[in-house]
């Protein structure tokens, strides 16, 4: 068969390459000049930034997805365990590593409460007990549709994953120190979360960061977008850059063809990696939409996110390579995301310094930096409030880190609420798509296939089992299964 797939992020390249191993010829349509979506890399003067993901997580997900072709990831990109994991920046200027050592981090959590590694090891044991039922049960299945809902697996999962829960009710069983509950939390906003509404089933982050550990690919997570291109090059997969499609063109309930700045694409077959909300209410009629505009107007949309990228002219040993801020009270910031939207008046962000552990990133002597944090979708932004916001974040990064950076600054890029927009068809700016509340998680997640026309499925970070790269790669060996499992293909 012919295939398109719409969007060259993680998803439409770990889906072109698994359609064209199975055989299909597969036209892969991206709107900007490059692979990656929002894992593009940006290139300036030396300095190589990752523009959006920075956590290498799970590597077991990579190396399942590189099986289908005989491949590991190793064959692709040099793999490091980062040690210190991450580092947490408390008030009054305290430093807390997070050790790739779970025997560090025990003694850790002793010094920070009484019983601290005995409660640490109780809470780790559930988190991982959660992440092996779910990857051995749920989370490479289809879920889309109601007769997913029936599916037995799922129901003996509820009761073992505490669905119902959420993780700052659980974090709060086993913990009573603040910085120990905030170790263990702040990892849910990479899931575009926040802890009181984001189910108790996603502890089993903590077992991803304290025992199977955070990685690094060498060359940064860009090497991750090289990989899937050169299976899709194998593949004999072709790549439309600098096409944006406009319109799915609809007959007999299936597309028959994409319309593009570029001229028209026929195909027997669409999978659409595009922000899902943009190509149901803006590339399809409204007879054909599953999930009109209507539909995402009630959604929790995860955050948007102020992005910086520094390059500076002199290096910085308070820093490591990945490092939470969290000098000021998360829970008003979580407010001014979720409940009061608004420019976050005293931000809790993450800072990722890759320079640190690989010197291909930055000139000799030079730090790579890039700064990310969560902002409500739909707000204002104009240069003003881009402006002020980046004195906000540098004066108060010059107080974390204990010296001035403004004059040391010799590239920057903002990247915010319009740039997603824009570059991405974000709905709102979103950063990522839809946060993993109850509702909006396995089955109430969005379909990957449509309902309204027989050949289009979609994969990435809006379908089940949602946001992140490896899983945007599990997403999308179920659209490639669903494929073959529809159209009988061996």
Known sequence: MRIGVIGAGIGGLSAAALLGKQGHEVILVEKTDRPGGRARVWEKDGFTFDMGPSWYLMPEIFDHYFEHFGRKAEDFYELMRLNPSYRIFFPEREIIDISANLEENMELFNQLEENGAEKLRKYLDQAEEKYEYLLDG??????????????????????????????????????????????????????????????????????????????????????????????????????????????????????????????????????????????????????????????????????????????????????????????????????????????????????????????????????????????SPGLEDTPQHREMYFNKIISHMEKVIGEPIQDSIMVKRIFTLDDFAKAYNAYKGTAVGLTHTFSQSAFFRPRHDSKKVDNLYYTGQYTHPGIGVPMALISSEIVADMIADDYDIA
Not at 149 to 169: C, T, V
Not at 189 to 215: K, R
Not at 229 to 253: A, G, P, Q, W
Not at 275 to 300: F, G, N, R
């Open 138 to 375: 749920l989370m490479y299945e289809n879920l889309s549709g109601i007769l997913s809902m029936l599916n037995p697996k799922l129901w003996r999962a509820g009761w073992k994953l505490s669905i119902l829960s959420n993780i700052d009710d659980l974090v709060g069983k086993y913990f009573d120190d603040e910085r120990s509950k905030k170790i263990l939390e702040y990892s849910i906003v990479f899931l575009g979360g926040n802890p009181e509404n984001t189910p108790a089933l996603y502890s089993m982050i903590s077992h991803i960061d304290f025992n199977l550990g955070v990685w690094y690919p060498y060359g940064g997570i860009g090497k991750i977008v090289d990989a899937l291109v050169s299976l899709c090059e194998e593949y004999n997969v072709k790549f439309r850059y600098n096409t944006e499609v406009e319109h799915l063109r609809i007959e007999d309930k299936k597309v028959n063809k994409l319309i593009t700045n570029n001229g028209s694409i026929k195909g027997d077959l669409f999978v659409v990696n595009a922000d899902y909300p943009h190509a149901e209410i803006d590339l399809l009629e409204e007879s054909y939409q599953q999930y009109p505009e209507s539909y995402w107007e009630d959604k929790t949309i995860a955050p948007s996110a102020f992005v910086l990228y520094l390059g500076l002219d002199k290096k910085i040993d308070t820093l490591t390579h990945h490092n939470v801020i969290l000098d000021h009270d998360w829970v008003a910031h979580f407010n001014q995301i979720f409940d009061e939207p608004g420019w976050p008046d005293k931000p809790a962000y993450y800072l990722c310094c890759p320079s640190r552990k690989d010197d291909t990133v930055a000139p000799e002597g030079m730090e790579n930096i890039f700064v990310t944090v969560p902002i």
